[in-house]
T-cell receptor, first 114, second 115 residues
Framework: QQQVKQSPQSLIVQKGGISIINCAYE??????FPWYQQFPGKGPALLIA?????SEKKEGRFTISFNKSAKQFSLHIMDSQPGDSATYFC?????????????FGRGTQLTVWP | EAGVAQSPRYKIIEKRQSVAFWCNPI?????LYWYQQILGQGPKLLIQ????????DSQLPKDRFSAERLKGVDSTLKIQPAKLEDSAVYLC?????????????FGPGTRLTVL
């Protein structure tokens, strides 16, 4: 059972455009929602994360929007650059849990054309 | 600060053979994780250690997979015998603490191909 559903599977964006990746979850106990960026041959690296007590978090060109009632969150990449081409994973965990297990989405392969 | 180290980076074996992966976490990190990442999917947690004790191995196929963390530092993950469906990237991650949420840092992974 997929705890976190992610779409689209792949995304092609022109340089300077906006990339949008969406995720949905079912478990209302989740209270921490990170996004990871993974380049080929590398492990995932934390990009940005949000808690459900805020609706939006922005770090540079990256913004997470969070809709608690809809149980959805999304990553927006403004002014997308070729260097942003990578696979992006959303994830969720129960921050209050002693285990802190991360449940990952299936990933979105982003390609930014110059 | 050195990152999480893993070896080997690539491994090709025949089905029913055995294989072992090694991980050296970031110095001082108490928690170590092993994930399986099948092509086209997100990482799936196999096992989590807190120091040298297992805190979560609910997703580990214990009939063929085993893992240990020696002296609360390095860890090895073993598959014996391997099946075709074990072909995946095996990622090791470490974090300073556990729960609360402590950021997980991932190594580059070991790509396993089972023929």
């Amino acid at each position: 059972q997929q705890q976190v559903k992610q779409s689209p599977q792949s995304l092609i964006v022109q340089k300077g455009g906006i990339s949008i990746i969406n995720c949905a979850y079912e478990n209302t106990a989740f209270d921490y929602f990170p996004w990871y960026q993974q380049f080929p041959g590398k492990g995932p690296a934390l990009l940005i994360a949000i808690r459900p007590d805020v609706s939006e978090k922005k770090e540079g060109r990256f913004t997470i929007s969070f809709n608690k009632s809809a149980k959805q969150f999304s990553l927006h990449i403004m002014d997308s650059q070729p260097g942003d081409s990578a696979t992006y994973f959303c994830a969720a965990s129960k921050r209050g849990s002693t285990l802190g297990r991360l449940y990952f989405g299936r990933g979105t392969q982003l390609t930014v054309w110059p | 600060e050195a990152g999480v180290a893993q070896s080997p980076r690539y491994k090709i074996i025949e089905k029913r053979q055995s294989v072992a992966f090694w991980c050296n976490p970031i110095s001082g990190h108490a928690t170590l994780y092993w994930y399986q990442q099948i092509l086209g999917q997100g990482p799936k947690l196999l096992i989590q250690f807190q120091n040298n004790g297992v805190v979560d191995d609910s997703q580990l196929p214990k009939d063929r997979f085993s893992a240990e963390r020696l002296k609360g530092v390095d860890s090895t993950l073993k598959i014996q015998p391997a099946k075709l469906e074990d072909s995946a990237v095996y990622l090791c991650a470490s974090s300073l603490g556990t729960g609360g949420f402590s950021e997980q840092f991932f190594g580059p992974g070991t790509r396993l191909t089972v023929l």
